[in-house]
């Protein structure tokens, strides 16, 4: 299997996977899902780069509840330096 690098996935993918090394695959996709859900009616892999900040804080109380405040606070600050948002 062949890992593409984060610039080459979307946007809504590089959650999912910077989510996943701290709740699982499984959950991760989940709680992308339940976020996306909040932020709009489209699939999750419609959402563009401009919607990733309201995704992240659609996430917050989810990801506080799962991994504590410092924890969910590093993983959002992961995925805006990775996106460069």
Known sequence: MTVKPFDALP???VVRQKLGHYLGPFTAKNAVNL???QIKAADADAV???EIPA????????LRILLGKAAAEKVA?????ELSL
Do not use: D
């Open 11 to 13: 946007p809504v993918e």
């Open 35 to 37: 976020g996306v859900k």
């Open 48 to 50: 563009t780069r401009a």
């Open 55 to 62: 995704l992240i804080e659609a996430l917050g109380p989810t």
């Open 77 to 81: 600050r992961e995925i805006r330096q």
